[in-house]
């Protein structure tokens, strides 16, 4: 039975040599502590808005084909930074509207709020050498409460770049994801409190 148990593995195993064998790798990502000017209450918009996180969010990640030495065998590297663009969504949003609701589709977010914003991730790259290498792109659409009449739609993009230190590799990338969800909220607010679109909008909610 043993025996049998063997043959089978090898077999797979040159199965998967032959026909070029991929994996994919889920790895974490930490990020240190940032802290963000904080928007005047004065100036945030006196507009409720329906927050859509949905699983394509909350799951993206950055992927990255791996160095291999075996011909014919790939390894990518997904690195899980959704939940790190949820927090940075909420808190973004949340410091923009007077009333933020959260939802997990559009569908469920019609008709709840003045208006319906949805994030998504649209392109991203890092490279894990030296210099630790991550970028970005997010995509914001304002829709009227509907959920289906856009009213603002902009992208917000930010990089980083970090060397690590002698044995210091770990904090490196720690500090480049950290740097990029900072500024993509910082841009996010910016972006945002300047949109004539959306302006446009708080007035008529006077």
């Not at 040599?17 to 918009?45: G, H, I, N």
């Not at 319906?116 to 790259?125: D, E, M």
């Not at 490279?127 to 902009?154: C, D, F, K, S, Y």
């Amino acid at each position: 039975m043993n025996s049998k148990i063997c043959m089978a593995g090898l077999i797979l195993l040159l199965v998967c040599l032959v026909s070029s064998c991929s994996t994919v790798e889920t790895r974490k990502v930490e990020v240190d502590p940032y802290t963000l000017t904080e928007t005047p209450v004065e100036k945030k918009f006196p507009v409720s808005a329906a927050l859509v996180l949905d699983n394509e969010l909350k799951s993206y990640a950055i992927k990255h084909e791996l160095v291999s030495i075996i011909p014919g065998v790939s390894t990518t590297a997904a690195y899980l930074v959704g939940p790190h663009l949820e927090s940075c969504a909420k808190e973004a949003i949340t410091d923009l509207f007077h009333d933020v609701r959260v939802f997990d589709s559009v569908t469920e977010a019609a008709d709840k709020c003045d208006v319906v914003v949805v994030p998504k991730a649209v392109r991203s790259s890092t490279n894990i050498t030296a210099p630790v290498q991550v970028m970005l792109v997010i995509e914001w659409q304002v829709m009227e409460r509907n959920g289906q009449t856009l009213i603002w739609l902009t992208s917000v993009e930010s990089q980083s770049s970090v060397k690590p230190t002698a044995f210091g590799h770990g904090k490196a990338e720690r500090e480049a994801y950290t740097l990029v969800l900072s500024d993509l909220c910082s841009k996010t607010k910016e972006a945002f409190l300047k949109s004539p679109e959306v302006r446009r909008i708080a007035r008529q909610q006077r």
